[in-house]
Structures are given as C-alpha cells and as structure tokens.
C-alpha cells in the first residue's frame, strides 16, 4: 500500500506498541500510530484522528479491549478492529470475532500482522465499496418506484394467469379503479365484453417474451370505455420459466378517437367535393338526389341516406330517393320520424347512440333491429325556406360529431343551392321566354312558335303585324315609367283578353307588341272576299285598332292610345319565322319614319328611302377611305375600381352625316357581307391600339372585339382571327364579344372555334347575356369565360325585384361554372350597389365612362385609377355612416 495509513493502538506496555510498529513497517507498511491506554483517549483519537484500522490489546490495566470494540462498532462500524494478544482462548477469540472483531494476532506470532493488517483494509475497502452501491441501488429503486407511481402509463404485474400482483396509481385515473382493489383479480375482467375474446392477444404468447403495441378496449369502473394500448414482458425465474407478466398500458382513447374522427372527415370531405361536381354536371333534379346518394354511401362510408321532400300539396315529408345496404324499405325509415324532427327543427336532429342514450324517439326498434345506432337528419333548404331532408344512417356510433355535421350542413347547403338554381334555371328560362312585366312570349318563344306555325299552315295564309303604342315616349316622359310600365301591362291584358290563342301574341320590348293574324280570316270577316295585300294590311290594322278604342284607366286617368304597325304577310313576305317578324318590324320602322299608320313589308322594299340609299353607297368605300375608327368603353372591377378591361366600339366618320352610330350602319355592312372584311379592320386596330398602350406602359387591361355572326360562320373564322390579332405578338390582350343569339345558332360549330380561341389565350364573352334563347343548361358546355349580362336587365333591375333575381342569379350561375359576369349599361350609383351586392364581377356604362376615341384613352384611365377624387362608387359608399 502506497498510502501512509492511521492506526490507533490501544496497548498499556511501550515496547509490545513498538514490536507492533517495527512488524507493521517489517511488513512493508507506512503507519502513522496513535497509541492509547484509556476509554477517553482511544474515543478522541477515534474522531481526531479517524484511523483506518484498529489494533487492541484485550486487558489493560485502565481499559478493556472488549469495551474498546463496543466502542469502536458505535462509533466507526466499517473500521477493521484487530485484537493483539498475548494469550487468547478458543472461547475468547469467538467471542471477540462474534462482537464484530475483524481478526486476531498472537503477539506470538507477529510477524503474520502486517499481511492480517493488509487483508483486513482490503476487507473494509470491498464492503465499504458494496455498501455504497447497495446505497445507490436503493436510491435509484426508490426513483423508479416514484417513477411506476407518478407514471401516466399503467404500471402493472401479474402473475402467470393474468392476475394483477401490482399496480402503480395510474389505474385508478384511466379507469377509476384503486389499485388495491385490483391485486389478486384477473386483468380480463376488466375489459369490454367484445374484447374479452380477444384477450389472449393481450399477454405475450408462450414462449414469447414481449408483446408490444396490443390494443384493448377496457371498461372503466363508471361504466365508460376507454382504448388503452399495452407493452408486455414475461418475468421468468432462474431456471428460466415464466412467473408473471410486467408492463405498461397506455390510454388511446383521444388518439384513436381523433384518428378515426380524421379518417371519418376525409371521407366526408371527399363526399363534399363529389356531391359539388355532380351538381355542376347533372341538370336534373331525380338525377342528382340519386347521384347524391350514392355518392353518400360510396364515398361517405354512410351504411344508408334517404333523401325526402316535402310533397308541396300536402305538406308531407316523403322518400324521394335512398342508397345503401339493408333490407329495410324507405318507408320504414322514414316512419321513425328523425326527418320529421329536423324538419320541426328546421335543425339538424342528430342520434348518436340509440343504444344507451336517453333520447326522445319513438320507434327506433327498425333502427336497432337493422343495425343503424345512429342516425342524423339535415334539413335541406332552398332560399330559407325548407323544402326537404336528407337522413343518414350509420352503423357504428357517435359518427355525427360536430365536425361531421358541419361538413354535412355544408354538403346540405350546397345541395340546396343547386336544387334552387335548377329551380331558378326554369325561372331564367321563363324570364328569357316570357317578358316579365307582361307575361306574354318575347321574341325567341314567340319564333319558335311561329316556326310551328309555318310548318303547319301549308296553303293557309297569316299575317305577323307589329304594333307600337304611339305616344308612349311622351307619357313616360310626362308621367314617368311607372305609369308607362302600367300602361304596358293594361295593354297586354286587353290583348290577352281580345285574343282567343295567347300563342300568337309576343311582347318584342319596349312598347311594341307583336300578332299573328289569319290572313284568310281578317279579309273574309270584312269583305267575304277574295282580298288583295292591300286589304289585308288595312283589315288586320282595324282588327288591333279596335282593340284600343276604349281608353285605358290608369290612376283615374283616362289615357287615349293610337297605334302605329308594320305587316309582314307569310309567305310573301318571309318564309321563316324570323325574317316575318323581323320584316314586320322594319315595316313598323318605316311607319314611324313615314308617320303612317301601318306600313306593309312589301312596300318597304319596294321603296327603299333614297336616304339609306345613299347612306348605304357611302358606306361600301368606307373602308378604303379610311373612315372607320374605333372608340373605347372602360370594364372596371367593381370590387377594386380598377380599369381591367375596354370594349372597343365601331364609328364611321361620314363624310356628310358626320359620326354615324353602329346600330345605323352594322345592319347594312351584315347585309352587303361586308362586316367580314370591316370585323377584321376592328381586330386588327384594336392589336395595334393595345399594343401601342402597351408599349408606352399604361396597358395593363384587355380590350374585347364585338365579332359579327357574319364572321363567326365562315370556316376560317378562328385562323382570321389570329391573323389580326398575332396572339404570339406580345402583348396578347385581345377578347372577343358574341351576341347570345348568334351562338346558338350552331351551337356545335361555335363551340369548337371557340374552343380553339380560348386555347390560344383568347377571352370569349357572351354579349346582351339574357336576350336570347340560351339555355342555362348548355352554358356549362360553352367555351365562354364572360357573361354581358344585358343593358335591359341591368337597367330594370332596381325597380323589379324579378330582374333583380334574374341578374344575381345570373351572376351566381356564372361563377359555378367558373365564368366572371360583366354588367353592361351601368348608368347610376344605386345600380352599382345592387351589382356589387349580388357580387358581380365588372361594370361597363355611362357611369364611369362613355366610349371615346384611342387618343383619349390615357386620361380616361387617369380619371378612373382608384385615387382618383372622381371615380365613380357604388351608392352605399356615398352615404354617410
Ligand atoms: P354592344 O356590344 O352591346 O355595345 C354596348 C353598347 O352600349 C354601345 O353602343 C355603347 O355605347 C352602349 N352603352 C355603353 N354604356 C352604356 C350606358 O351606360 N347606357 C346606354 N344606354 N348605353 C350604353 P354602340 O357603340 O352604339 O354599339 C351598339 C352595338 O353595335 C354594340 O352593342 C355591338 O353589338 C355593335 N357593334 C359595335 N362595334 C362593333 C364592331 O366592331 N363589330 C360588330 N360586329 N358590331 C359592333
Ligand atoms: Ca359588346
Ligand atoms: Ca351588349
């Protein structure tokens, strides 16, 4: 030993203390020696000096050495106490080594004490060592028993059967039951009844030493079911047999329970995104509550859907339609009443469990007996107002959370939506067939009924006669539309009334009507005779004349009206129904021009006016001598005030009449088929014109190109386009504008070329959207990107509210099928508030500006940029708060 060690030796006669010291350093031993004869002194030197090890005689004169070692055990237990005698009994020695003497040394046999010395310290040294680690061991045990205790885990053991032999606190929060009272029961008692057969997947196998991740469904002492998720290992003894089972179990029920809610939602999203596609493909209301269905069941995962509506006669709610597993019929279903419920509720009536909850419905024995623990009816609403609802059925419990049913009350409102907006496009379609104000046919539905009517009338002769009221321009001035839009219904009554067959009356707009009269009939009613054109005209002018003999009360004012008509006779003078009643109205036109009473078609192209005559030769060299220009109209976004697009605007510069309006001349280029060559000079200088904007940097807006069906027809019509425009010039910026009617008339044909124009970056835009005869039905199959909704419905949508619906609906439609709608003819503030309310996208009109030449373009984007102090803004915004 390199270390100098302490020894106190209790020893009265000096020269056996210095024998020891001499056999110790002998020994090879550095000792550092404190000699003591007496009880105080050897208790001092035991604290002063600390010794390492102890060397005692066993009698002294004022001391004993059996006393010392008492001491010595007291006060140093782990220091090695060594006796050193003279003589020493068997008896004496046992003794001593009994009271904790580590040895004994004859003082005979000295020279064994250093090696009885080392051994002793080595001794002490090994002990203190494991003493110290028995320390640690129970200190870290101590740590791992707070450690099961304060556990979330489940700390368990058990024996080889499964009986609990410990368990840490954590049961008695998972599942409400004290440990104690577990100790001694088997852990299966405690499951949930489906999952005790699957208790042997619970402890590992035999043979198997762990088993880890095993899910169980376990009962809690209130009677609640909780997952809990368990790691197992098997205790095994020496010999290697197994004892017991040690583990931990953990509660999953929140994790579980949101998996599978998450899970659940993604389905019911995907439900979502599926019931909105088939609404924007099927047209048909059975088709998509049946598509609805299935999609519920399929996607939805739902065991069952029953989708009912009230019967509108008797108020009653009945199964329309219904998908899914199950042999139950609708009907039972329905007799439960949870449809009956959610419509009372005008909520939605959610069962979650019909099992164990204390609900308030009747007859849920079908419901149990086929399966279906839990139900949940929406109600389905179209415009606020109920109209059915659909009921879920689900196999499994608590599937309706309030996440679920969000998702489904969106699926509903969606659902609702469309049922209104296949309601709405029968009432688009009335709107577009039927003038509102008066109810009778307009122009489409009136052709298309004439065309029947030609088909059918071989050999007999009519007549269409086209009438206006003469004064109406001065009574709406004098007594304001109102009065006029009264007068205009009166006069639809009478004439209603007046006429046995309501199919040969239209409205055409404004104040002028339109008739269709026996030929044949309205000369033999006068003359008995063969009649010439000339005696019909005047014959079925006297027939509607009469008509308006009686004056017309309107407010207690007797208001006298004359009319003014043009004639068109079939065949002669058409033998479409279009060109009839086109050709009555020009004669009409004439009438007003020649202020005649009637006028017959006949006698309008018999007599072209010299005056477009000669409008008409002027206009053929038009071109060529450069008198066409192009004016521009601004598209603002009503949302941010921003020019997003002009509308470029055909002028001719006539040498004698000066700016001739489009409406004057358009007409006649059609006619002469000259509006192909002018339509390509538009396009062309509109490209020119937006690329100059462009260069000089204010461009950052499209322009749009009104295109003539004249154009549109020709087989070439798209590569003409592309020529004018040179899409890959930048910038490509051009769109074209074609009237509703135009591009129905073959459909097929429009819809590739524009197909390829959108294709090459083109924009394509309906025109005077909600004139003619567009089924809503085809504009989801239209390569079109803009609706026009038309000056007409725009105008008159502040004082009727139908026009109003007719126009929000319009812009909701357009937006379902991803279409932006621009309002045209915008003229006061209050019909842009309305347009902003129903969220139409673009304005055009008057209000903001009129068409002006290329060169003044600038300022006009000057004057409407949103910081402009002149911009013109939705009337709500002008109000003071
Ligand atoms: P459109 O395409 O419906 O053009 C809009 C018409 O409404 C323009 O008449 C415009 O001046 C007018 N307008 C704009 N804002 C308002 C407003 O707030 N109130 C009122 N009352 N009217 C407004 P414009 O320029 O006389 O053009 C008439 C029609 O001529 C156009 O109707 C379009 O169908 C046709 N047209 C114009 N340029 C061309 C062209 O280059 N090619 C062909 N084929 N047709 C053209
Ligand atoms: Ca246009
Ligand atoms: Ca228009």
């Known amino acids: 030993m390199d270390k100098q060690l302490k020894l106190v030796i209790v020893e009265d006669v000096d020269t056996d203390a210095e024998l020891l010291a001499w056999y110790l350093a002998r020994g090879g031993l550095d000792c550092l020696i404190h ?13 002063d000096i600390g010794p390492d090890l102890i060397l005692s005689d066993f009698s002294l004169p004022q001391f004993d050495g059996l006393r010392a070692l008492e001491i010595a055990a007291q006060q140093v237990p782990e220091t090695p106490f060594l006796f050193v005698s003279g003589t020493i009994g068997e008896e004496r020695a046992i003794n001593a080594l009994r009271r904790g003497a580590t040895d004994y040394i004859l003082k005979s046999n000295l020279s064994r004490l250093a090696a009885a010395v080392e ?160 609404i924007l493909r099927l047209r048909n209301r ?68 019909l099992t164990s909850e204390r609900h308030t419905l009747a007859h849920t024995e079908v419901l149990l007996a086929h399966g279906y623990p839990a139900v949940a009816a929406l109600p389905l609403l179209v415009d606020g107002t109920i109209i059915g609802v659909i009921t879920l059925f689900s196999a499994q419990c608590n599937v309706f959370d309030e996440a679920e049913i969000g998702v489904l009350l969106e699926l509903t409102a969606n659902l609702g939506f469309a049922l209104q907006y296949l309601e709405k496009d029968e009432a688009v379609h009335f709107l577009s067939y039927f003038d509102s104000l ?49 007068l205009i219904e009166k006069v639809a009554a009478r004439l209603k009334a007046a006429c046995p067959d309501p199919e040969c009356l239209a409205h055409l707009g404004g104040g002028t009507f339109a008739m269709v009269l026996d030929a044949t009939g309205a000369a033999a009613a006068n003359a008995g005779s063969e009649a010439s054109a000339g005696d019909t005209g005047r014959l079925s002018q006297n027939v509607v004349s009469r008509l308006f003999v009686e004056p017309f009360e309107i407010d207690g004012e007797a208001l006298r009206l004359a009319i003014r008509s043009g004639i068109a006779l079939y065949p002669s003078d058409g033998d479409t129904a279009d060109a009839l ?23 309008v192209t018999q007599r072209p006016t010299t005056r477009s005559l000669a ?81 000089s940097g204010s461009a950052h807006f499209r322009v749009a190109v009104n295109v003539s069906p004249l154009q549109l027809r020709r087989r070439d019509f798209v590569e003409r386009v592309m020529r004018c425009i040179e899409p890959n010039k930048q910038p490509a910026g051009v769109d074209i504008e074609i009237t509703e009617s135009m591009l129905m008339q073959d459909i097929e044909l429009s819809i590739g070329k524009l197909a390829e124009l959108r294709a090459a970056g083109i924009g394509v835009a309906i025109d005077d959207f909600g ?23 725009v105008q008159s949508m502040v004082d009727a509210p139908k026009n109003l619906t007719l126009v929000s609906t319009i812009v909701s439609l357009a937006r379902a099928f991803g279409m932006q709608t621009v309002a045209e003819g915008v003229e006061t503030a209050e019909q842009l508030q309305l347009l902003q309310q129903v969220g139409c996208d673009q304005a055009q009109g008057f209000l903001f500006a009129r068409p002006a030449p290329s060169s003044e373009v600038p300022a006009v984007l000057a004057r409407l940029s949103p910081q402009s102090p002149s911009r013109p803004r939705a009337a709500i915004a002008e109000r003071p708060h």
């Open 35 to 47: 000699r003591v004869q007496t009880e105080p002194d050897f208790i001092s030197a035991l604290h």
């Open 119 to 278: 051994r002793a310290l080595r001794e002490a040294a090994l002990k203190a060592g494991q003493r110290h680690s028995e320390q640690q061991l129970r200190s870290s045990e101590q740590q791992l028993r707070a450690t099961v205790e304060t556990s979330q885990d489940w700390i368990w053991e058990t024996d080889v059967h499964g009986r609990f032999r410990y368990c840490s606190a954590a049961v008695a929060t998972m599942l409400g039951y004290q440990p104690d009272a577990l100790i001694g029961q088997d852990f299966r008692k405690y499951l949930d009844d489906d999952e005790r057969v699957a208790a042997t997947f619970l402890l590992p196998a035999e043979g198997q030493l762990h088993l880890t991740g095993a899910v169980a469904r376990w009962r809690g002492a209130d009677g609640q079911l909780r997952w809990l998720e368990r790691n197992v290992v098997t205790i095994l003894d020496e010999s290697g047999q197994a004892t017991g089972f040690r583990g931990a179990d953990r509660d999953i029920t929140l994790r579980r329970d949101q998996d599978l809610r998450l899970r659940r939602l993604t389905r019911t999203y995907r439900m979502l995104s599926s019931t909105s596609s088939a």
């Open 286 to 353: 059975g088709e998509l509550l049946d598509e609805v269905c299935r999609i519920a069941v399929q996607q939805g995962g739902y065991d069952r859907i029953m989708v009912s509506l009230i019967d509108p006669g008797t108020e009653i709610l009945r199964p329309r339609a219904g998908a899914g597993t199950g042999s139950v019929p609708l009907h039972a279903l329905a007799a439960v009443g949870v449809a009956e419920r959610a419509m009372r509720q005008r909520a939605p009536a959610v069962f979650n469990d």
């Open 438 to 486: 008066t109810g009778l046919a307009k122009r489409p539905l009136f052709c298309q009924r004439l065309t029947t009517r030609t088909a059918a009338s071989v050999g007999r002769n009519f007549l269409v006669i086209a009438f206006d009221l003469q004064k109406l321009g001065a009574i709406n001035d004098s007594f304001g539309r109102y009065v006029g839009d009264r």
């Open 581 to 603: 009643v086109q050709n009555a109205e020009a004669a009409l036109k004439a009438a007003r021009e020649d202020s005649e009473s009637y006028v017959l078609y006949g006698m």
């Open 615 to 695: 409008l008409e030769a002027r206009l053929a060299g038009a071109l060529e001598r450069g008198e066409f220009l192009l004016h521009y109209q601004p598209k603002i976004s009503i949302a941010s005030g921003a020019v997003e697009g002009f509308e470029a605007l055909l002028r001719w510069q006539d040498s004698q009449d000066g700016l001739v309006p489009p409406s004057l001349f358009v007409p006649l280029l059609e006619r002469s088929g000259a509006i192909v060559e002018v339509g390509e000079w538009v396009l062309l200088q509109a490209a020119r014109d937006l690329r100059r904007w462009t260069a």
């Open 771 to 793: 004139t003619g005869y567009s089924s809503l039905r085809l504009l989801g199959r239209l390569p079109v990107n803009t609706l026009k909704i038309d000056r007409s419905f």
